[in-house]
């Protein structure tokens, strides 16, 4: 025993050491997203540096690179290792109800509000592999809203959007998602929502007739249509400031009058000049509204 733990710190020093005997400059990183930029599009200049250095750095070590301009010459040259480097900085994460309390936070407060409208519109930006778009298109059933709405979710990672479109959870996972399900306020049982095939968990088709899963770069592309409500959770938190207000412009640009946009629990508006744009409606839950313009 004491020989594995023995083993196991010798290796994590290793790794520890290979990464930091690389060092990658802040010249270097933004030498690599130009590049990347005018190869295949994608813009990560405006990205939090710390986070994506450390990335960079895992990638790196992953593909055993020598120095940047080999990770850059391996990265650039094949589709195949660009989607893997996309997949590496995209961090996909997310849990079915993650964060009970906003969940809660949605069906006693955000719900009703939509139960004013006849049809209404919402938005995920940055859904990862779905969780989010199917706890909340549980919670619209369970209030008798989901005939009555259209479900966009939208993301850049390609794996994530495929994963998301087929609906499925883990086994491994399950145990997890109903334990949040019922600390958000979920009165049945997950298992009503889909079922078991070949182990992993499938949504039943109902619940995903009124989703539309889609490409969308929140840094470079545009306006998504006209929204009630936009979810928009642990992902600014991996851009700089200026992307950060550009994106939240953009929400506000793309909500109704008096329209709903939610935060993750680690975010703020603080890029943007709040007054302007939106005012806080429930605080511990990050939800907002769209605030009313006054033209003087
Ligand atoms: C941590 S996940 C958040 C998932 C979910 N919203 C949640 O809160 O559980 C962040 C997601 O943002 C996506 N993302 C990062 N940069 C993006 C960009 N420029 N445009 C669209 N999506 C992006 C990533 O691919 C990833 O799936």
Known sequence: MSFLIGWLNQER???????????ISEKDIEKLSERIYETHGYDFRGYAQASYKRRIHNVHFKLKCKNIQELSDKILNGRNLFDSFLAALSVPVTDMFRDPIFFRGLKTHVLPHLKSYPFF????????????VYSLAIFLQEAGLLQRAMIYATDFNPNALSRAKSGVIHKKDFNKSQINYKLAGGMKDLSHYGAFKNGDFVFEEQL????????????????FGVMNLILCRNTLIYFGKRVQMRVLRLFNDSLVH?????????????????EQHFET?????????????VKI
């Open 258 to 274: 008096r329209g709903i946009f939610c935060l993750g629990f680690k975010e703020s508006l603080d890029c943007i000049d709040e």
């Open 13 to 23: 020093r290793r790794k520890k050491f290979m990464l930091e005997a690389v060092v």
């Open 121 to 132: 519109k919402i938005w995920h930006a940055g859904c990862a592999t779905g969780e989010e």
């Open 281 to 293: 409606w429930l605080l511990n839950e990050k939800i907002y509204k769209k605030r009313i313009r």
């Open 208 to 223: 995903r007739e009124k989703m539309t899963f889609a490409s969308h770069n929140l840094v470079q592309d545009g306006s």
